[in-house]
């Protein structure tokens, strides 16, 4: 069974695109079969590339990553099994949107981090070269607990 997943932020260039190519980088080591992709709430960075910063954490572990930057469709609510969201701001506009009879189950990601279940995935994007090496760690756990939650 192909389980599929959208992870979501604010522009899609930094947190979302991270949590992405971190899953498929996971999924590709394991033969996990699986389908993911990221989106932005706002249409602020549509078809752009990740940020750089991302992009350079990113390589620091050994992950090749591309994609264009998109904003959360209709679509998305009945196309993936998971909504996966960067915090609480993103969750609320995500849920406002949900249509009544959408398949995805929506969460905040670090809801399968063992150790912080509530708190966001800090916005690295106003800060340095380490708010980007934290959020990889934040993401890198959460999406390990994640992948144990689900049945394949």
């Keep these: 069974m192909k389980v599929k997943i959208l992870f979501v932020c604010l522009g899609n260039i930094c947190r979302s695109t991270m949590a992405e190519a971190i899953l498929r980088h996971k999924a590709k080591q394991s033969g996990l079969e699986i389908e993911t992709d990221s989106a932005g709430t706002a249409g602020y960075h549509i078809g752009s590339s990740p ?4 992009m350079d954490v990113l390589a620091e572990h050994g992950i090749d990553y591309t994609h264009k ?3 959360i469709s ?4 009945y196309y993936y099994d998971y909504i996966l969201v960067m915090d609480e701001s ?3 506009n995500v849920k406002q949107e949900e249509p009544i009879d959408g398949i995805a189950h929506i969460a905040l990601v670090r809801k399968y981090d063992a150790d912080q279940t509530s708190l966001p995935v800090p916005d690295p994007y106003y800060g340095g070269a380490q708010g980007f090496n934290e959020v990889y760690q934040l993401l890198d756990e959460s999406i390990e607990g994640f992948l144990g939650s689900i049945n394949y």
């Design 74 to 77: 209709d679509r998305d609510y």
């Design 69 to 71: 930057g998109r904003q």
């Design 90 to 92: 993103n969750f609320a």
């Design 51 to 54: 940020d750089y910063r991302t």
